[in-house]
């Protein structure tokens, strides 16, 4: 079974900065393409950023420049840096990991104030 866990939401004014972690645990390998999602209310949820393990990434046009994805093998931890934040940007986000199905985590709520 694989269990993730995600920390680093919270609050912050337009244009500060967040780190959000996703830390894994149980039957993974390093291998596991993971991801961010985001889902804002009344909005369809969007892929926001992946990492596979050699380090190809893939960016929404909306943060490219701005959010930066990167893992940890060795810690089996998928971070995402957020840079330059937009009020656009509020969503709870949820990484996931692909491990024969699709894993998610528990989603944390980011808030971007104007």
């Known amino acids: 079974q694989v269990q993730l866990v995600e920390s680093g939401g919270g609050l912050v004014q337009a244009g500060g900065s967040l780190r959000l972690s996703c830390a894994a645990s149980g039957s993974i390998f390093s291998i596991n393409p993971m991801g961010w999602y985001r889902q804002a209310p009344g909005k369809q949820r969007e892929l926001v950023a992946r990492?596979?393990?050699?380090?190809?990434?893939y960016y929404a046009d909306s943060v490219k420049g701005r959010f930066t994805i990167s893992r940890d093998n060795a810690r089996n931890t998928v971070y995402l840096q957020m840079n330059s934040l937009k009020p656009e940007d509020t969503a709870v986000y949820s990484c996931?990991?692909?491990?024969?199905?699709?894993?998610w985590g528990q989603g944390t709520q980011v808030t971007v104030s104007s």
């Open positions: 996931y990991l692909d491990y024969i199905k699709r894993y």
């Open positions: 990492i596979h393990s050699i380090g190809n990434t």
